[in-house]
């Protein structure tokens, strides 16, 4: 099957605390996206990488890191959570301009 | 810098009403221009694409036409169906680029 697959689904957490989502595409794009999704469905890139290479890094805190083994393969980091981190972060990839996003990762923040 | 504008937050209608969800734009370039739709528990996927040369985009029932003296790019169906309840996100890219302009979002809701 090809797509984009993330994991976790859901992840709860207490503030502080650090946090890991992946991400992997098996449509054999260059490209690959985070993007983070708020509760009034906002969608606001993130990161983007082509090829492992950082191309895009728009103005998010410090505590975010993306980190990329392969151009199949995007993960993210959060050092240390914050309330406002609770979102829905996805994943998505392309080759031009239709972007293939995954289902989602939702961080809960307490 | 570019920018999509999507005024409506939500629209809730009937089934069989017709769908107009209003787009704008804003660019110093020519763009490709796109309509999202994200279904509950899914991320966003392509629905339609229309570029300034063929000015037209139709899928599944929904049309968009681009309208570069208005810069609009409104999403229209004649007849929804409770399954098209979702987000329809209008958004743009820069021709040749990758990186994709996503506006805020129109939260359809059909009732039977």
């Known amino acids: 099957e090809t797509a984009v697959f993330q994991t976790p689904n859901y992840h709860v957490t207490q503030v502080g605390n650090e946090v890991s989502f992946n991400c992997k595409q098996t449509?054999?794009?260059?490209?690959m996206y985070w993007y983070k999704q708020d509760s009034k469905k906002l969608l606001k890139i993130m990161f983007s990488?082509?090829?492992?290479?950082?191309?895009v890094n728009e103005t998010v805190p410090r505590r975010f890191s993306p980190q990329s083994s392969d151009k199949a393969h995007l993960n993210l980091r959060i050092k240390s959570v914050e309330p406002e981190d609770s979102a829905v972060y996805l994943c998505?990839?392309?080759?031009?301009?239709?972007?293939?996003f995954g289902p989602g990762t939702r961080l809960t923040v307490l | 810098g570019d920018s999509v504008t999507q005024k409506q937050g939500q629209v809730t209608l009937s089934e069989d009403d017709f769908l107009f969800i209003n787009c704008t734009y804003s660019?110093?370039?020519?763009?490709?221009l796109l309509w999202y739709v994200q279904y509950p528990g899914q991320g966003p996927q392509l629905l339609l694409k229309?570029?300034?040369?063929?000015n037209k985009g139709i899928s599944r029932g929904f049309e968009a036409t681009y309208d570069k003296g208005t810069t609009s790019f409104h999403l229209q169906k004649a007849s929804v169906q409770e399954s098209d309840s979702a987000v329809y996100f209008c958004?743009?890219?820069?021709?040749?680029?990758?990186?994709?302009?996503f506006g805020s979002g129109t939260r359809l809701l059909v009732s039977p």
């Open positions: 998505a990839s392309s080759y031009s301009y239709e972007q293939y």
């Open positions: 449509l054999g794009h260059d490209t």
């Open positions: 990488y082509n090829n492992k290479q950082l191309i």
């Open positions: 660019t110093t370039t020519y763009p490709t």
């Open positions: 229309v570029t300034t040369a063929n």
């Open positions: 958004a743009l890219v820069r021709t040749g680029g990758y990186k994709v302009v």
